[in-house]
C-alpha cells in the first residue's frame, strides 16, 4: 500500500517524542545504560596501565602496540583507538540489547502503556538473533563504504575532508537502514523483510528520515572536531583532556542513538497506525 | 529512599574501589615526574640560569616525589639529579647532602651509588680538595668495583695525575689501573665484563702511547686464559691496533690468522676471516677478497647469516670496483643462496640505487618495479616479524625511490600498525612526516607526524630534531 508523504510528520514526531520522555522517563533507561558500560569500559582502559587492571590489559596492550602505551603520558595516544575497539566489540551484545528494549519501551510508551523494562529484554532477547545480524549488516555496509571511499580520499590528504565524506557515508547508510530494528522489534519482521521494511518507509519519508538522522548526529561534528585537536592539546593543557574528551563523546553518542532510535521508532508507530487506518 | 540510597552506594562501591585501589604505584609517579618537568622545565633544563625561587619550586617537586614514591624505580635518578642540580649551581654543600642520599636512600642501585660517590668526589676536586676527592673515589672503587663507574675510576685517577703533570704518580696510578683489570679478568675469564676490562687495559696503555706494551699484555692474557672468550677478545684488539692504530695490516691479518686458527668456530673467529677479506677489500684487492670470503663459503656453509655478509662484501667489492656485471652476479647469487637473511633483502635496492647513480632510468624503473613486487611476495610469504618489518621498510623505500609517496605512506604505516614493537616502526613515523612536508607539501599533516614522534618516543634520539623542526613548521599546508 502506499502511503502519501506528509511534510508535518517531523513536527508530530518531535511533539510526540518529547511527550513519551515526559510522561514515561524510564524510556531513556536504556540509552542511559549504554552510556554508563561505555564509561565504565573507558575507565577501565583508563586504569589499564595500573594494577589490579594491568594484570589483564597490560599484557594486550604491550603485545599488540609496545610497553611505552602502559606509561604516562603515552597511554593517553592510544586511549581513543582502544576505546573504539572495545566499545565496537561491545555494542553487538550491549548496543544491540539495549536499542531493542529502548524500542520495546517506547512502543509500550506509545500505546499508552506502561513501560515495563522486563518485558522489553524478554522481547529483544527472543530477537536477538535478528537483531545482530542487522547490526552487524548496517556495520559492515558503513565499513566497507568508507573503507572504500578511503580509497578515493586518501589522496587529498585532509583529515577533515575525509571525515566529511565518512560522515555523508554514515548518515546515508543509516537513513536506509534506521528501521530495520525497530521493524524487528515491532513487527516482528525477519531480517530480510526488516530491511525492505526500513527502505520502503525511507522512501516514503525521506525528509523526516534525513532530518531525524541528520541534525542529531550533527552534534558529532563538534565532537570530531575537538577528537582532531587532540594531540595538540595533549601538549598545551595535559594529555588527561583526552579522558575528558571521549567522556564527552559518550555523552554526545549518547544523544544521538536517544535522538534517532526513539524518532524513528515513532515514525514507524504513527506510520503503522496510518497503515491500519487505511486498512479499515 | 534509604533503601534507594544504600543501593546506589552498593553500585557505586566496586567502582569506587577500583578506581582508587588504581591509584599510586609506578604510574602515578611519572604522572606527576611529568607534571613537575613540565611545570618547572626551565629550571630543570638550565638550574644554573634558574632566578632562586624557581629553582627551590623545582627542586621542592622533584623531592615530593622522592618522599612519595621511594620505592618508584626512577626515584634513585630523581634523587642523583636534584644532587646534580644543586652541584651546577655551585652550591656544593646541599649538592654533597642530596647526593650522599642516593647512597644511603638507594644502596641497592650500585651504578647510581657509585655516580652519586663519583660526584661527592668531584665536589672536591671542584674546591681543589684533590685529597678529599680522592678519599670519594676510592670508595668507589672499594665499594662498588664491578659498577661501570666504579672500574673507570682507576683509569680516571690515573689521567688526574697525567692532566696535572704529576708524572710519578701518574705512572703508578696506571699500572696500578692495569694491575686492577688484568687481575678482575684472571680472576673471571669467563665474565661478561671482560670486554670493557680489556677495553680499560687497553685505554690505560693508550695514554700514554704504550701500544706495544698494550699487544704484549693482550697477548699474554690469550697465553694465560687460552679456553676463555677473553682469548680470541684479546687477539681480536691486538688485531685492531695494528690494523687501525699502528697501520700494520700484514700484522693485523697474522693475528687475524692465529684467531681463525686457534679458534675456528668462535664468533671471532668467523669474524677475522670477515675482516682479512674486508682489509683486502680496502686495499682495492678485489679479486683477493673474494678468495678470503671464499673461504668462509666452505668453512661455515652452515652459518647463513655470515656467509651473506659474506657474499654481500664480495658484491659490493665488485661494485666499488666498477664491476658492474660481476657485482650484479654476486648480488644474485646472495639473494638465490641466502634468501631469508638481511643481506639478501636489501639487494633490489642496493641495484637500484646502482641503476640511479649511473643515471640508468629505464633500468632504475624496471629494478623498481621487481623490488617492490619482490618484497611484496615475501611479506605475502610471512616469514617472522623481523624480515617483515625489514621487508616492509624497503618496500616504502622502493616506493620512494619511485617516487610514489602515497604507496610510501601506506607502506610505513603497515609498518608501525603490523610491527608497532619494531624499532623500525618509530623512524617510520618520523618519516612519514618528512613526506608529507618535503614531497606532499602538507605541512599541517607533516606536523601532526612530527607531534605525535615527541609524543609516542620523547627519549628518541631523534625527538630532539623533531621538537625543532615542529617549532620552525611553517603553516601553509593544503589543509590550512
Redesign the interface.
Given at each position: 500500500m502506499r502511503v502519501a508523504i506528509n511534510p508535518g510528520v517531523l513536527p508530530a514526531i518531535v511533539k510526540k517524542v518529547m511527550a513519551l520522555f515526559k510522561r514515561y522517563p524510564v524510556i531513556l533507561v536504556p540509552f542511559l545504560a549504554i552510556a554508563i558500560f561505555d564509561f565504565v569500559v573507558l575507565m577501565a582502559l583508563f586504569l589499564a596501565p595500573r594494577p589490579p587492571l594491568s594484570s589483564a590489559l597490560a599484557p594486550v596492550i604491550r603485545a599488540f602496540w609496545g610497553e611505552r602505551f602502559l606509561h604516562y603520558p603515552v597511554n593517553f595516544l592510544i586511549l581513543p583507538q582502544l576505546f573504539n575497539y572495545f566499545r565496537n566489540a561491545a555494542s553487538f551484545v550491549v548496543g544491540v540489547v539495549c536499542t531493542g528494549i529502548s524500542v520495546a519501551l517506547i512502543m509500550q510508551a506509545y500505546q499508552g502503556v506502561v513501560p515495563q523494562v522486563f518485558g522489553g529484554i524478554k522481547k529483544t532477547l527472543k530477537r536477538y538473533v535478528r537483531l545482530v545480524a542487522v547490526w552487524g549488516m548496517i556495520f559492515i555496509v558503513i565499513l566497507a563504504a568508507t573503507k572504500t571511499l578511503g580509497h578515493f580520499t586518501h589522496s587529498l590528504h585532509s583529515a577533515r575532508l575525509t571525515f566529511g565524506l565518512d560522515f555523508l557515508v554514515s548518515i546515508t547508510v543509516q537513513m536506509l537502514f534506521v528501521f530495520a530494528i525497530p521493524s524487528i522489534i515491532i513487527e516482528n519482521k525477519k531480517i530480510s523483510l526488516s530491511v525492505v521494511r526500513s527502505l520502503a518507509l525511507f522512501k516514503n519519508y525521506p525528509l523526516a528520515t534525513f532530518a531525524l538522522v541528520c541534525i542529531p548526529s550533527l552534534l558529532f561534528i563538534p565532537v570530531t572536531y575537538f577528537h582532531f585537536k587532540l594531540p595538540v592539546l595533549m601538549e598545551s593543557v595535559a594529555p588527561e583532556i583526552v579522558l575528558y574528551a571521549l567522556i564527552a563523546r559518550i555523552a554526545v553518542i549518547a544523544v544521538i542513538d536517544l535522538a534517532v532510535t526513539t524518532s524513528a521508532t515513532v515514525l514507524l508507530l504513527m506510520h503503522r497506525e496510518k497503515e491500519n487506518r487505511g486498512a479499515a | 529512599m534509604r533503601n534507594n540510597r544504600y543501593r546506589l552506594t552498593g553500585t557505586l562501591l566496586p567502582?569506587l574501589l577500583?578506581?582508587f585501589?588504581?591509584?599510586g604505584?609506578s604510574?602515578?609517579a611519572?604522572?606527576i615526574f611529568?607534571?613537575a618537568g613540565r611545570k618547572h622545565a626551565a629550571a630543570l633544563k638550565d638550574p644554573v640560569q634558574a632566578d632562586e625561587a624557581r629553582f627551590s619550586e623545582a627542586v621542592s617537586a622533584l623531592k615530593k616525589i622522592v618522599a612519595r614514591y621511594p620505592s618508584w624505580e626512577d626515584s634513585g635518578d630523581i634523587q642523583f639529579l636534584i644532587g646534580q642540580m644543586y652541584g651546577m649551581r655551585k652550591d656544593f654543600k646541599r649538592a654533597h647532602e642530596e647526593l650522599t642520599r642516593v647512597v644511603t636512600n638507594f644502596p641497592q642501585e650500585h651504578e647510581l651509588c657509585a655516580r652519586s660517590l663519583f660526584g661527592i668526589g668531584s665536589i672536591y676536586e671542584n674546591q681543589d680538595n684533590w685529597k678529599g676527592a680522592l678519599a670519594q673515589y676510592q670508595q668507589v672503587i672499594d665499594r662498588y668495583p664491578t659498577t661501570m663507574t666504579g672500574l673507570q675510576m682507576p683509569l680516571y685517577i690515573a689521567n688526574y695525575y697525567r692532566t696535572h703533570g704529576l708524572k710519578e704518580e701518574a705512572a703508578r696510578a696506571y699500572l696500578s689501573a692495569r694491575n686492577n683489570y688484568s687481575n678482575l679478568i684472571d680472576i673471571n675469564p669467563y665474565d661478561k665484563q671482560v670486554p670493557v676490562l680489556q677495553y680499560l687495559l687497553i685505554a690505560s696503555y693508550a695514554w700514554q702511547n704504550q701500544w706495544g706494551e698494550a699487544i704484549a699484555a693482550l697477548e699474554d692474557m690469550a697465553r694465560k686464559h687460552p679456553q676463555s672468550e677473553a682469548a680470541p677478545a684479546g687477539l681480536y684488539r691486538v688485531a685492531m691496533i695494528y690494523q687501525e692504530v699502528l697501520k700494520k695490516p700484514e700484522k693485523a691479518v697474522a693475528v687475524y690468522r692465529e684467531i681463525i686458527e686457534n679458534y675456528p668456530k668462535s664468533r671471532l673467529g668467523k669474524n677475522a676471516q670477515l675482516e682479512i677479506g674486508s682489509l683486502s677489500l680496502f686495499q682495492g684487492k678485489v679479486d683477493q677478497a673474494q678468495v678470503e670470503f671464499n673461504e668462509i663459503f666452505q668453512k661455515y656453509p652452515e652459518d647463513a647469516s655470515l656467509c651473506a655478509v659474506a657474499q654481500l662484501a664480495v658484491a659490493s667489492g665488485y661494485e666499488k670496483a666498477g664491476r658492474w656485471e660481476e657485482a650484479l652476479k654476486e648480488y644474485r647469487k646472495l639473494q638465490s643462496d641466502y634468501p631469508d637473511t638481511l643481506e639478501a633483502l636489501q639487494v633490489p635496492l642496493l641495484i637500484a640505487r646502482h641503476y640511479q647513480k649511473q643515471n640508468q632510468p629505464a633500468e632504475l624503473r624496471k629494478v623498481l618495479d621487481e623490488a617492490a613486487a619482490h618484497y611484496t611476495q615475501i611479506i605475502a610469504k610471512k616469514p617472522g616479524p623481523r624480515i617483515e618489518a625489514v621487508a616492509q621498510e624497503y618496500l616504502a623505500g622502493t616506493y620512494s625511490m619511485q617516487g610514489e609517496w602515497?604507496e610510501a605512506i601506506?607502506a610505513l604505516n603497515v609498518l608501525r600498525t603490523r610491527y608497532?614493537?619494531d624499532p623500525r616502526a618509530e623512524i617510520a613515523l618520523l618519516t612519514m612526516g618528512v613526506i608529507?612536508q618535503e614531497e606532499?607539501k602538507?605541512t599541517r599533516?607533516a606536523a601532526?607526524l612530527y607531534?605525535?614522534f615527541v609524543?609516542?618516543?620523547?627519549k628518541h634520539s631523534m625527538a630532539g630534531v623533531a621538537r625543532e623542526i615542529l617549532k620552525h613548521l611553517q603553516p601553509g599546508g593544503?589543509?590550512q
Open positions: - | 567502582f577500583l578506581f585501589s588504581a591509584c604505584g604510574y602515578d611519572e604522572k611529568w607534571h602515497e601506506k608497532p614493537n608529507y606532499l602538507d599533516k601532526e607531534l605525535r609524543q609516542e618516543y620523547p593544503r589543509d
